[in-house]
């Protein structure tokens, strides 16, 4: 029996979607071979751009190192906004981490060799700041290697970027236990920094107490408020006092003395010291007013 003329025109119309269908499942495969053949076809397919764009990112790769921080920055430039936008219009969300992975890796490599050049005042970061090997190498996954890169920076626990990039890079690798110190060093040296790192990590204990501190906290809900989420935490999760002793003290702070005299005041109160206790107390709240009271609530609460 031969096909009529309307079922020809249906085979007709359905090649474009076989040869789209098949370039995608090769770009998923990163491999664009079939895109020349979809090109010769149908030139005018809406997919075709941004497919292209893929192909050329697949074919194009470097391995040479970038020669300065401009010339990374052009490309990483070029993968946020060409190829990742043209991801998201043809493959499948759930692809798109995986896909990109040896993109940022790639990246990565070729920066090795670029010093860190983030000079930071306080909160503010200058536009080098992201122009370094380590957050690349966080957003391909390789958390080690960017651990390893934080380490070659001189004094990364004292600058804001390169810290935060430690943090994620030692909860990715060690979980929430091991990253308390260096989650409380990052609250008192960047609150800003610490707000947006914590959507990042996505862990559902530390964002179940990021809302907690939200509702409870007696701040002025400023940013700022996150510097003193480390001494906070002590008066509503004292067990955590052991881990977060651990970090390294910032001595021109007033959250960070907070956080270290909470810890203090905490073991008096084990050994049972009355005399000492009322002293530290008294400078708590001079600290933190707010901070003392919600530590001396939870103590009458304990005593009754």
């Known amino acids: ?66 020669a300065d921080h401009a010339a990374l920055a052009v490309a990483r430039r070029h993968l946020e ?24 890796s790639s990246l990565a490599q070729r920066a090795a060799g670029l010093a860190f050049r983030g000079v930071e005042a306080g909160n503010h970061a200058d536009s080098h700041a992201g122009n370094h090997a380590a957050p690349l190498w966080l957003l391909a996954g390789e958390w080690a290697a960017a ?12 600058i804001p970027a390169p810290l935060m990039w430690m943090t994620e890079a030692r909860y990715r690798t060690c979980g ?26 996505w862990d559902a204990s530390l964002d179940a107490l990021r809302r907690r501190f939200d509702a409870d906290f007696p701040g002025t809900g400023a940013v700022d408020d996150y510097a003193w989420f480390p001494a906070w935490l002590l008066v509503v999760k004292p067990a955590l006092a052991e881990r977060l002793s651990e970090a390294r003290v910032q001595h021109g702070e007033p959250a960070s003395r907070a956080t270290a005299l909470l810890g203090e005041i905490l073991r008096r109160e084990h050994e049972g010291d009355q005399h000492e206790l009322l002293g530290l107390r008294q400078t708590l709240s001079h600290l933190h007013p707010g901070l003392f009271d919600t530590y001396m609530a939870t103590r009458k609460v304990q005593h009754r």
């Open 147 to 158: 651990g390893d890169a934080v380490k070659a920076i001189e004094s990364w626990w004292r």
């Open 176 to 201: 929430l236990d091991a990253t308390w110190p260096l989650l409380a060093e990052l609250a008192w040296l960047a609150p800003g920094r610490f707000a947006a790192l914590l959507p990042v990590l």
């Open 1 to 66: 029996m031969q096909p009529t003329a309307q079922q020809l025109d249906i085979f007709a119309d359905s090649r474009d979607v076989v040869l789209r269908n098949g370039v995608l499942d090769q770009l998923q495969r990163r491999d664009g071979a079939a895109l020349e053949e979809l090109a010769a076809e149908y030139p005018d397919d809406r997919a075709l751009s941004a497919m292209t764009v893929l192909v050329r990112e697949l074919e194009g790769g470097s391995t040479t190192p970038f």
């Open 81 to 104: 906004d060409e190829v990742v936008p043209a991801m998201r219009q043809v493959l499948p969300a759930q692809t798109v981490y995986a896909w990109l992975a040896p993109c940022w």
